[in-house]
């Protein structure tokens, strides 16, 4: 019998979506919508991401603008954009607020690129995690006869290559951050 990595391509997938987020949410200098996906209003009772009450645009390359589609919570976004603590400053007018991103400084980039191997880390713990959870089922499995030892040592060695191709991937989006935070 055959043993499915399924699961481990769905945490795979999970793991890289969950550092792709975590990514988009530190701001390079140059403005972008994505910056906001994290940051969340009380709204109706609800928790409702500034995304889906406002429409988001980039006024030029350091500005973004931010509609409200109910101007009553104008003030409500700008709270919640400040107490994100993205390193940003917010400006609200009669039809909404004004995003502003600050030029980076040699030690803000530095400070960045920091935290961006922070959670490239902690995203390789997860990996590990993965890897040794995945092993242990694979012995577990060979312990109960489901399969042979040479199977047994070709599925932990085809786990491996899982985790190396994960890993791999892990790099590359942190590789297209650092390009960014370093603003090549």
């Known amino acids: 019998m055959a043993y499915s990595f399924t699961k481990a391509t769905e945490e795979k997938t999970k793991i890289l979506e969950w550092l792709a987020a975590e990514y988009r949410s530190i701001q390079t200098g140059r403005a972008t ?19 889906h009450t406002s429409s988001i645009n ?13 101007k009553a919570i104008v003030r409500d976004i700008e709270k919640a954009i400040n107490d994100a603590d993205l390193g940003l400053s917010v400006s609200s007018d009669s039809d909404g607020l004004r995003v502003h991103f600050p030029a980076l400084t040699t030690e803000t980039r530095q400070k960045m ?6 959670r ?18 694979i012995d577990a499995r060979a312990k109960e006869g489901e399969f042979g030892e040479d199977e047994q040592h070709r599925y932990r060695e085809e786990n491996q290559k899982l985790v ?21």
């Open 33 to 51: 919508p994505q910056v906001l996906d994290l940051v969340h209003i009380d709204m109706y009772g609800s928790r409702t991401p500034v995304a």
């Open 58 to 70: 980039v006024e030029d390359p350091r500005t973004l603008r931010v509609s409200p589609w109910d």
């Open 113 to 118: 690129i920091k935290l961006l191997k922070d």
């Open 120 to 137: 490239l880390e902690d995203a390789r713990i997860k990996v590990r995690a993965l890897r040794e959870e995945i092993n242990k089922d």
């Open 164 to 184: 190396d191709a994960m890993n791999q991937e892990l790099e590359v989006l942190f590789g297209k951050k650092e390009k960014e935070v370093l603003g090549e």
